[in-house]
């Protein structure tokens, strides 16, 4: 067996493009940048957020006696704080492309003005960069009050600042830029590309896309929704692949397999409060459905939920693959997130085939998905923001529920492990054997809970 190449493809290379948001304060523009960033990272496309509002207030501390508003309307030194800011956040976007060839830039502002945002499209055309704006207009009261609320609990911006401060500092940010507001329409804006979310994607007008890119970004934005949830997650129960050390195959669950299977029913009884509109989702290999079988819920089975492919490694152990393929064994290890397995794949392949999963993800509210440890380190990379080069070696053991609780600006982790035992498949780098002797909470982060409850027969 020879090693492969692995070539940093991307569908999207030689792209550059800059998300341009527009709209008042508490529409949602940093939740949905982040979203942005967070998703097209994971599909490998280099991404990066500038978020003006840094810019202004270093620029304010710098420049402003301290006490005064930035957003006062005809002060001279705040005028000027404003548009310094303004040019910071660009000139970093500019510099940014100095570094990255291609990729997506996120200008997060509130860009509300038409002067404003002809200069910002006229810069970035200068340089070979296709503006998309991105607008979010909402004029739904009860959506308004609830992202404000969100931006008190979990935005960094907001962090430590009472309810009370965070409410008028957004209501008087708004008066301010509402005395400019210029909603994008397509009698006015029609020779730019833009996408324009009504009400937090209630309705969605799009003008001028003409890449898939852009396409994979209107998409993605139409999906997003603000609503509270929780994703759950599980691997299948232990298999008898597990207990040989074999990867890859389609074995039946082991006996403490079948353990956890029995406990996965109360365990969800247990900790899942909302049943009514749960959703269990498994892949298309035994010990996955096996685990799901006492489950009383509607069930989707997904391809796409597939363990990794190992290819001609399938049904060996590591220490097979060590012995027989030693050169594959150390450039998986070199390179754990691009090693693509002789007529298989890699962690990178299991991501592009991913998409629709995530897609569905954020646009579900309730759903139990019950898969394997690679396609379960893609999935929670994307929700916590992992980095590629770490997603790989992230502990997922066996026998345990995470619940991954999805509020506006982060993600809350927690693991119940079953109390049923069973053994690690996590290998280690540099050697062959199975086991973790690290702290697993340092590749998994979230706090545990350990459930006894329910009766396991
Ligand atoms: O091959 C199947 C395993 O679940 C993937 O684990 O990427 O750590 O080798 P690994």
Known sequence: MSTHPFPEYSTFNSIRICVVMVGLPARGKSFISQKIKRYLSWLSVPT???????????????????GSDVFTLHDEQAAKVRQLAENDCIEAILKWYTLHDAGVTIYDGANTSRQIRKRLYDI??????????LESFCDDEAKIQANVMDINRTSPEYAEKSTEYTVADLKKKTRFYNSMYEPMDVEHDGQYTFIKLLNLSSQILINRIDSYLQSRIVFYVMNL????????????????????????????????????????????????????????????????????????????TWKALDELDAGSCDGLTYDEIAQRFPKDFKARDDNKFGYRYPGGE???????????????????ENVLVITHQAVLRCIYAYFMNVQQKDSPWMSIPLHTLIKLDIRAYNTIVTRIKADIPAVS?????????????SDESKNLAGSIISSSTGQVV
Do not use: C
Request: proline share 4%.
């Open 48 to 66: 990066a957020s500038f978020n003006q509002s840094a810019y202004r207030e270093k620029r304010a501390m710098d420049l402003l006696p301290e």
């Open 225 to 300: 929704h603000v609503k509270p949830r929780y994703i759950w997650l599980s691997r299948h129960g232990e298999s008898q692949y597990n207990l040989e050390g074999k990867i890859g195959g389609d074995a039946d669950l082991s006996e403490r397999g079948w353990k956890y299977a029995r406990k996965l029913k109360h365990m969800v009884d247990q900790y899942i409060p909302d049943q009514q509109n749960l959703q269990v989702w498994t892949s298309t290999l035994k010990r996955t459905q096996q685990t799901a079988s006492f489950l009383q819920f509607p069930k989707k």
């Open 124 to 133: 970035l055309a200068e340089h070979d960069v296709q503006t998309v704006f």
């Open 425 to 437: 498949t996590y290998k280690e780098k540099g050697t062959s054997k199975l086991g973790e002797t």
């Open 346 to 364: 890699s962690y990178r392949d299991v991501i592009t085939r991913l998409e629709p999963i995530i897609m569905e993800l954020e646009n579900q």
